[in-house]
Every structure is written in C-alpha cells, then in structure tokens.
C-alpha cells in the first residue's frame, strides 16, 4: 500500500470539512474521488498531500506519517497537481519540468546524468520531448496540464493526487489528460488519486471510486458497484440510470465505461 488515511477529519474553525475519513491506494492503481460542490474532496486531497493538517487521524504515506515527513521528504514520494497551477508564461516546458527535480536536487547542486536523463524519460513520458523549448504561454490547455504531470513525474514520485485536472479544459484535451493519467498508472506503476465532476470519465477511468457528501465518505468500492447502489441519485439529487457501452468505447476504457443519463426530477 501507497497511502491511506485512517479516521481522518479536518476542521476550518468550528467547520468540519472532513468526517473521520478512510481510504486506501496501492501502486498502479487510480482511485477517483467524487461529491458534489463543498463535500471534501480537494480538501482530503490537500490533507493527504500534507498541506492541511487533520484535527483528528493521520494519514500514512510509506509506512510513516506524512506529518512526521519533511515537504522535501514527502516530494520525493507525492507529487499534488492543484486545480489552476501558475507558473510564468515565458518560462520553457523543459524549465518547469527541470524543477520537479528539486527535491532530489536542492538548490544549490548541479543537476546529475542521473536528474537528467529522469528530465528527458519524464518529457518523453507525457510525449512532450518536441515541446521542451517551448514557452507555456505556447501551449494549448491540454498541454499545460502534461507540462504539471511531467514535472510530477520528474519527481520519480510514485503517487500522483490531481485536483480536477480536468476543469476548464474542451473535451478533447480532457480525455488527452486521463489517458495519459491512465498510461502512467498501467505502465509505470503509479498511484493516482483524482477529484473529478464528471461523472462519466469517473466511471471511466477509475479502479476504485469514493464518493463525499457533506465531509462524509458514503461510499468506496468499485464503479460497477457504485452504479448498482442508487447513491448517486440521492447525492447528486438526479434521477438516471447507467447504460452500459461496448464496442465503440475508447481502448483504454472500453471494459469500465458507462453513461449517465440525467434527467430533471
């Protein structure tokens, strides 16, 4: 096991946004989280990353916790891709990239054959090789969001948390994203955890799926599973029903992907 939560809650002042919350993710796995506006997701996203911390439970990341890590330590391990990264618009692909090796690096040592050959595996990786002298402000959204994933994987870290990669993107560069989160799972071995709107690419993509509502975990299993239980309709207050596709679904998605059909109650 990558990392899990045990019991884990958040507080913003007499706020709970997070309620004793558990979950598991094991390498090459994805695991989706789901919930309407305001039910955790970002924020048990933010807490397993290290960045908030829990007012109640821990979260272990390698058999230790992520609290008794230090950010560099914890970078070497977790990579987190928030929802509207920054970065300055001349800054080149291969530039933004090069400093996912900062936490092996430091500041002040020189890079190594070995930090840049995991530069070069990482461009090639996320197919953005042709790319590395580009400036960001050149790119497509689509190909932002593979810069940020192939800066993550210059980190060699072996789980990936991505906060609605998706958002703001057209369809065409939302599907670019999840498939190539897709690939990284299968082919290298890495965890990803996704917070996710669309329910469609959700049941797409994922192993396994949780679902929020209201800071609370109400559901974690598998997608199959999920869509037999009719939580979906009383969270996200719809009525529908999944219909399973076969033979024209994308390659990588063809055994897993289902269509909701929601309709006005």
């Not at 997070?18 to 989706?32: A, K, M, S, T, Y």
């Not at 595996?121 to 689509?142: D, Q, R, V």
């Not at 072996?158 to 989160?181: C, H, M, N, R």
């Not at 799972?185 to 709107?197: A, F, L, N, P, Y």
């Amino acid at each position: 096991m990558l990392l899990s939560c045990k019991q884990l809650s958040v507080s913003y002042g007499l706020h709970k946004a997070l309620n004793q919350f558990d979950f598991e993710l094991n390498p090459g796995e994805i695991h989706v989280l789901i919930g309407p506006n305001g039910s955790g997701k970002s924020t048990a996203l933010q807490a397993m990353a290290g960045l908030l911390l829990p007012t109640e439970g821990s979260v272990i990341l390698n058999e230790k916790t992520i609290k008794s890590m230090s950010r560099r330590e914890i970078a070497r391990h977790l990579a987190f891709l928030p929802q509207q990264p920054i970065a300055p618009d001349e800054m080149t692909v291969q530039q933004l990239v090069r400093q996912g090796r900062f936490a092996h690096v430091g500041l002040f040592r020189r890079y190594s054959l070995k930090d840049e050959e995991t530069i070069a595996w990482a461009l090639e990786s996320t197919s953005l090789a042709n790319f590395a002298n580009k400036n960001l402000c050149e790119l497509s959204g689509g190909e932002r969001q593979r810069v940020w994933i192939s800066a993550a994987l210059a980190q060699e870290a072996k789980i990936l948390l991505l906060d609605e990669p998706t958002s703001f993107l057209d369809i065409g560069y939302q599907i670019e994203v999840l498939d190539l989160a897709y690939r990284l799972s299968r082919e290298k071995g890495v965890g990803i955890i996704i917070t996710i709107h669309d329910l469609n690419h959700a049941m797409a993509i994922c192993d396994r799926i949780s679902l929020l509502h209201h800071g609370n975990l109400v559901f974690t299993g598998s997608p199959q599973k999920l869509s037999e239980s009719g939580l979906l309709e009383k969270v996200f207050n719809v009525r529908g029903q999944f219909v399973q596709i076969a033979q024209n679904a994308p390659p990588h998605f063809d055994v897993k992907l289902a269509r909701w059909n929601q309709r006005n109650s």
